[in-house]
């Protein structure tokens, strides 16, 4: 039996290359998954999955030598007891040349958190790691070897079994890892597309021999301790925010400002993201192009050097500048596409021509069908330096590419001869295509520049899942990211669009997932913004809540209200996370609250940064459906507010009976303490009428009644605090004029009421009007500053 140390955590090994047995050494507790059997690694030579029956440990050399009787070979492992962990590594194989090394999986009796990504599992008391060593050692199982535990649902999982270092199965877990031999040519599944030929790679990377793993058992207190130990003691990424280990930077779930500055208008970008007391601003969409990553001419004339200026005018102002990139996705006007095609643009698969054809042939015959049946977004062909569209492939043979347009793309057409060889590219509904691997270290390379010699410090991998077109999985992801990472030379807070590998674990600061398109800010892709705050607990990253939209108003939507960020706000507080704002320059020019907002902004990031909540007041301010409001008390902190708002409370002048007074009875509960009348009236255009309005807005309440004697126009809101004064703005919150109202403030009381409203209706249809009432509760302390 071999007994082998990581932490403080015993794992046995028998002489067949089977796990016994987990054993935390000082509370004598087993961790052994009863119903799963775990060996210390298995091979898969010609697509056959192959469990060790011979195992040898040499505990002068420290290496384990594993036998798999059925296809001859002997895989040695050199095992290192690092006191916290124990590290595992592939040093030799004799014998086959398999396809895959897995290791494990190690089933483990822990059924609490799952940390999928991270590679840990816990059970709130004790926590078991796997950590990969390097690029090509993944966190998961290859789809085409799963295990028995496969199909083993998780539903709150971010990931899929085949990329996740740790899963749940009956009873238990898993850690699991793998490597492929990537010195092979083969046929895999590509985006769910089976049977695709993938390129070999050569190097090192492309080998078995060099995988590598860390285990380790602790404490749940001791997991991010121990992990950064693995990172410092074996070469892992690890970066930094301002010398602070990412993962534990308060600095590393930040907020930030997203805004289409330029050259002209940084100043103002600049600005704004001060305002707000953010330290980040972040550009959406910089590129002419994606492949080569130019810059936009018309907001960056000077190219990169026009970025850097920005970056140091940002830094002088002490805000970091960052950008945002679709990864790999390769637009149709980049020079890789146009005028002539880069050869190295990935391909579905590849022919020949059985034909020659001329320049303006639209018919074109080919050996193989297959690459060009694949069911992708565009039907597009590379031969030499000509792309071409198709329509169809011919039913039978000869096969026939039909309906072709010849240089497609800017390309120039050309005649081919028989025997060419003609490849389909990889595309994508975004009207792009895709690099190979070679040169998808371009890309890499090119982003890398742009940072290094630009200072820029923040950046969002978005489209990653474009990197899988390569045929490589998670390697190909892992290879990208890091090559960028060694490239740029200094501190960047970077995320991505998926969640990848258990190495990239290590590179990427934190995620933001969560987009605003389309959809009210209360509901916005809630539920994922959510689960994500789960996944973020069990795999121990910095929580963010995504994306977040300023709008101006529309046909579709209101612009956005203080009660709508200090919702956002309140939510982030509650889940102690980050957020990006977006809103374009025009949008911050145009709106006229947008001081207002950020303020609120500022007052509730600054609490949230210091930790300023309670722990029983952060959960209060998850709920969903709760609304807050949060006003500074001087230097000693803030009052907190719960706030109840309203269902809308409509008056419609086409419900009226004919000569009926324009009105309507309200019912409404105050479940606060009675308060002076808070609202927010909106006159909303009929049938597009903005020349309709309503004239002496009057709210009735216990008798008493306050009129304002004014005219409120369609698409113009009245707002009243509390207090006696009307503030009468126009639909993008900017202030039109101040009215003060015939009588002190209606009081609400507490509890089931009547609340009346008249006016009088103006315009051919007339408008209507739209009222949501805001009461508070007692405030409560919020920290001290």
């Known amino acids: 039996m071999v007994q082998l140390r990581m932490g403080s955590l015993e794992l046995q090994v028998d002489d067949k290359g089977a796990v016994a047995s987990l054993t935390d050494v000082e509370s004598g507790k087993y961790y052994n998954a009863a119903a799963a059997k775990s060996s210390l690694l298995r091979i898969a030579v010609n697509g056959m999955s192959e469990e060790p029956d011979a195992c040898h440990y040499d505990e002068n050399s420290g290496i384990i030598t594993l036998g798999f009787g059925n296809s001859g070979t002997q895989v040695e492992v050199a095992v290192t007891d690092k006191k916290s962990y124990m590290t595992l590594e592939v040093i030799r194989i004799v014998g086959a040349d398999p396809d895959v090394l897995l290791w494990g999986p190690y089933a483990t009796s822990i059924q609490g958190e799952i940390g999928e990504s991270v590679g840990v599992v816990h059970d709130g008391d004790y926590a078991i790691g796997i950590q990969v060593l390097n690029e090509k050692t993944i966190g998961g199982c290859p789809i085409d070897y799963l295990t028995e535990f496969a199909d083993y649902p998780y539903p709150d999982a971010k990931m899929a079994f085949d990329v996740s270092a740790a899963w749940p199965i009956a009873g238990g877990s898993l850690l699991q890892a793998y490597a492929r031999n990537r010195l092979k040519e083969g046929k895999r599944t590509v985006w769910g597309i089976p049977e695709i030929s993938v390129s070999p790679l050569s190097g090192s990377d492309a080998e078995l021999v060099g995988t590598g793993i860390a285990l380790f058992g602790c404490s749940v207190e001791r997991v991010l301790e121990t992990i950064e130990a693995i990172e410092l003691g074996e070469g892992l990424p690890h970066p930094t925010i301002g010398g602070i280990w990412g993962k534990t930077s308060p600095a590393a779930n930040q907020s930030y400002l997203i805004t289409d500055f330029s050259e002209s208008t940084m100043k103002d970008a600049v600005a704004y993201t001060k305002q707000a007391g953010l330290g980040y601003v972040y550009h959406p969409e910089p590129f002419a192009n994606w492949g080569h990553f130019e810059l936009k001419p018309s907001l960056f004339p000077h190219g990169d050097e026009g970025m850097k200026i920005c970056v140091d005018e940002a830094e002088r102002e002490g805000v970091a500048v960052g950008l945002h990139t679709l990864t790999n996705f390769t637009t149709l006007n980049d020079p890789y596409v146009t005028p002539v095609p880069d050869p190295r643009l990935q391909k579905v698969g590849t022919s020949i021509l059985t034909a020659s054809v001329d320049e303006a042939a639209t018919e074109i015959e080919v050996k193989d069908p297959e690459p060009f049946i694949v069911n992708l977004y565009r039907r597009t062909i590379a031969i030499d ?262 269902n809308v409370l409509e008056c419609n002048p086409e419900e009226l009976q004919p000569g009926q007074p324009g009105g309507a009875d309200w019912a409404f509960y105050n479940r606060y303490a009675e308060q002076p009348l808070r609202f927010c009236m909106q006159v909303r255009p009929s049938y597009g009428n903005e020349k309709g309005l309503v004239k002496r807005p009057t709210f009735y309440a216990y008798g008493s009644y306050m009129a304002f004697e004014t005219d409120v126009c369609a698409d113009q809101y009245l707002v009243c605090d509390g207090d006696n004064l009307g503030k009468i703005y126009d639909k993008n919150w900017n202030l039109i004029k101040t009215v003060q109202a015939s009588a002190e403030p209606l009081i609400v009381k507490s509890g089931g009421q009547s609340l009346s409203f008249s006016c009088k209706f103006e315009g051919d249809p007339k408008p209507s009007v739209a009222v949501k009432l805001f009461t508070r509760g007692a405030p409560e302390l919020v920290g001290s500053r």
């Open 385 to 646: 330096g000509e792309l071409i569209e198709y329509d169809a492939v011919s039913g039978s043979a000869p096969w026939v590419l039909l309906g072709c347009r010849r240089g497609a793309n800017g390309t120039a057409a050309s005649s081919h001869d028989s025997g060419s060889e003609v490849g389909r590219l990889w595309d994508h509904p975004y009207d792009v295509f895709f690099p190979n691997m070679e040169l998808q270290d371009e890309y890499s390379d090119r982003l890398a520049e742009l940072f290094r010699r630009t200072g820029l410090k923040q950046i969002s991998y978005d489209g990653l899942e474009g990197v899988y077109a390569a045929g490589h999985e998670d390697y190909a992801i892992n290879r990208f990211v890091k090559r960028i990472y060694d490239g740029w030379e200094h501190e960047v807070i970077n995320d991505a669009s998926i969640v990848v590998t258990n190495y990239l674990w290590h590179v990427h600061t934190r995620f933001n997932w969560g987009e605003p398109w389309g959809a009210a800010t209360r509901e916005g892709q809630l539920e994922w913004r959510l689960h994500n705050q789960r996944y973020f607990a069990r795999n121990f990253i910095p929580p963010m809540l995504g994306w977040f939209l300023i709008r101006s108003a529309s046909d579709k939507f209101q612009a956005t209200a203080p009660d709508e960020i200090e919702w956002v706000l309140s939510k982030a507080a509650g889940f102690g996370a980050g957020f990006a704002l977006v809103a374009d320059m025009p949008v911050l020019k145009r709106n006229g609250n947008i001081d207002e907002l950020f303020t609120l902004v500022r007052e509730w990031e600054t609490a949230r940064r210091m930790q300023a909540f309670t722990a029983e007041q952060r959960e209060r301010l998850q709920d969903p459906k709760g609304d807050w409001h949060l006003e500074p008390t001087g230097e000693d902190g803030w009052n907190l507010y719960p706030v109840d708002i309203s």
